[in-house]
């Protein structure tokens, strides 16, 4: 008996570092392949539209009746993501995928420390900028990352705080419900902008192979991982365990992409994890907030 006690507690723990390790695979895979033929515009229409189309067919969403306001707080949460995806892939045009995804984070950890108004919550706050102030361009020579893959990431990490607020909105809502009709809205927002990018070429049996391949691995199993894991850990648990994602980024793009990163890089990385673990480890959840508000939704969808 306790040695299955032992074996189902290490499931969410592997369920999380299973999504957040496909994730950060799907990621590399089309930043090496889908970049160079089809931009990042082009790579993030079919990322998302595949996304969409495969878990449209999963949970079938047609099924439930929805209420006008339902409606509209899924365009506004799938609206977001959409942005949300796009402002990432358009970063890690020019910044490395680990500082990318730590940039991004900070939205996340804005929501979840401006929802408490402890002192305590200081404490990440101090540790997230001086993360951010080690990673960002503020300075002569501070940093060598590119100012305009900054910014994008940082629309990104604006975009991912608006889909979790939005997020909240649909909490009452079945899961696979809200998150395939949220990417079927993101789906519509991106394609228009990966079409006039890429035209044609997002037709070519490449792109659309290369594309559902990312789309399953960097969405389709992930969701399904984390799914496991929510069912069997309290949110703040959660929260804890998907804070490795910058730093899993960094490991996985250094071995994939030969991203080298600077000590002082590793460093900011690190601060950014330490204040995400330190905020989710001392968040109050109110008892009838949704398991999925806040970042327990968030890592799966975003890129």
Request: glycine share 10%; with cysteine.
């Amino acid at each position: 008996m306790s040695s299955s006690l032992r074996t189902s507690a290490f499931i969410p723990l592997l369920a999380i570092f299973g999504s957040v390790t496909f994730l950060g695979l799907g990621t590399s895979w089309a930043k090496h392949t889908l970049f160079p033929l089809v931009g990042a515009q082009g790579t993030t229409a079919v990322r998302v539209g595949f996304s969409a189309l495969l878990l449209l067919l999963l949970w079938r969403p047609w099924r439930w009746r929805l209420t006008r306001a339902d409606l509209r707080a899924i365009a506004c949460y799938g609206a977001a993501l959409g942005g949300m995806n796009l402002m990432f892939y358009l970063s890690l045009q020019t910044l490395p995928f680990g500082v990318a995804v730590a940039i991004e984070f900070s939205g996340p950890l804005a929501v979840a420390v401006l929802s408490s108004r402890r002192a305590l919550d200081f404490v990440w706050v101090l540790l997230a900028v001086a993360g951010l102030g080690l990673l960002l361009p503020l300075g002569h020579d501070v940093s060598t990352l590119d100012p305009l893959g900054v910014a994008y990431s940082l629309v990104a990490a604006v975009c991912w705080a608006t889909y979790i607020l939005f997020g909240k909105r649909v909490g009452h809502l079945h899961a696979g419900l809200s998150v395939s009709l949220g990417l079927t809205v993101a789906a519509l927002v991106v394609l228009p902008v990966g079409l006039a990018h890429s035209g044609m070429a997002l037709l070519s049996w490449q792109v659309l192979a290369v594309g559902l391949g990312v789309a399953a691995i960097s969405s389709a199993v992930p969701i399904s991982l984390e799914m496991v894991a929510l069912k069997r850990l309290p949110p703040q648990a959660f929260g804890i365990m998907i804070s490795m994602e910058p730093a899993v980024a960094a490991v996985l793009a250094l071995g994939l992409l030969d991203e080298r990163l600077s000590v002082m890089q590793w460093l900011a990385i690190g601060l950014i994890v330490m204040a995400s673990v330190g905020c989710a480890a001392t968040a109050r959840t109110a008892p009838q907030e949704s398991r999925r508000s806040g970042a327990a939704s968030a890592p799966t969808l975003a890129p």
